[in-house]
Nanobody
């Protein structure tokens, strides 16, 4: 079965950086679009960033543009989220996601990781 496991979360001061990783197993990650979501304030998880394929297109939520960078290395079946200039409002649980189509919305996601906590202190 497919598994996605996030790592790299933790506590960081505002203005600092963290790098999240998502390990994809069970199938070739190259077959899937991959994305990062965060839990958000409501019932639906909130889109953060997407990487369509290795070396291909990326997209970002407006709230993280210019600060976060998503990338993937399909030889390692791993996706990354480099988070710079972190703000307290970035504090959340971050989830790795994968699917065969666009992953802008929670309903598009086929596979989810369990999440990793990011806490940004002021």
């Amino acid at each position: 079965q497919v598994q996605l496991i996030e790592s790299g979360g933790g506590l960081v001061q505002a203005g600092g950086s963290l790098r999240l990783s998502c390990a994809f197993s069970g199938r070739a990650a190259s077959l899937y679009a991959m994305a990062w979501f965060r839990r958000g304030p409501g019932e639906e998880r909130v889109f953060v960033a997407q990487a369509s394929w290795s070396g291909g297109g990326t997209s970002y939520a407006d709230s993280v543009k210019g600060r976060f960078t998503v990338s993937r290395d399909d030889t390692k079946n791993t996706m990354y989220l480099q988070m710079d200039s972190l703000k307290s409002e970035d504090t959340d649980v971050y989830y790795c996601a994968a699917g065969v189509g666009g992953l802008t919305w929670e309903r598009d996601v086929e596979y989810w990781g369990q999440g990793t906590q990011v806490t940004v202190s002021s």
